[in-house]
């Protein structure tokens, strides 16, 4: 291999932790609240910390990093949503629950073990695989999928109105969405 391939193979390498830090900040802010905080406009990093319970020296740089990523606007010192995402943070839209977004925490935690996972073949429960969760983990991972459903649903009724079928199977995917 030469030097520039492997050059640019560190760089790949590079690229992939960065969107990996891109990401972790993205879910943190999501996580603390600072989109929902954003639906009646822009606010220091300090508002939002009051807003969200949040460290307003350690929620900045990632306030700043979301920016970066395009993610909220930044005018001066006030963040904001990009024009256009509020109807996504509505918690009374359709879309709010669609984000991916969802126990964050516990996914990453999932993810951290990955490594513990593949030297000792150990089991993680997971709710969405049919393993051993606890009633709220399987709740909010039906609340998940029930909202990814809903657009496909909606056209799955379109398309059997126009059909008149004689009769439908559920074959027990969740909650009949």
Known sequence: MSRDSVEARIAQYGDVAGMAR????????????????????????????????AAPLRLGPLLDLTAACGFLSKDGDRYGLVDGDAAIFDPAGPYASSLGFS?????????????????????????????????????????????????????????????????????GCGLGT
Do not use: W
């Open 22 to 53: 891109d990401s972790l900040s993205l879910l943190a802010v999501y996580e603390v609240g600072v989109f929902a905080a954003l639906l009646d406009g822009p606010l220091t990093a300090a508002q939002l910390g009051a807003a969200c319970s």
């Open 103 to 171: 126990d964050v925490d516990l996914s990453f935690g999932r993810m951290a073990r990955m490594v513990e996972v593949l030297r000792t073949d150990t089991k993680l429960p997971a709710a969405g695989s049919g393993g051993e969760a606890n009633a709220a983990e399987r709740e909010r991972f039906l609340r998940y999928l029930h909202s990814r459903s809903l657009d496909g649903a909606e056209e799955v009724a379109d398309l059997l109105a126009e059909a008149s079928p004689r009769s439908i199977v559920d074959l």
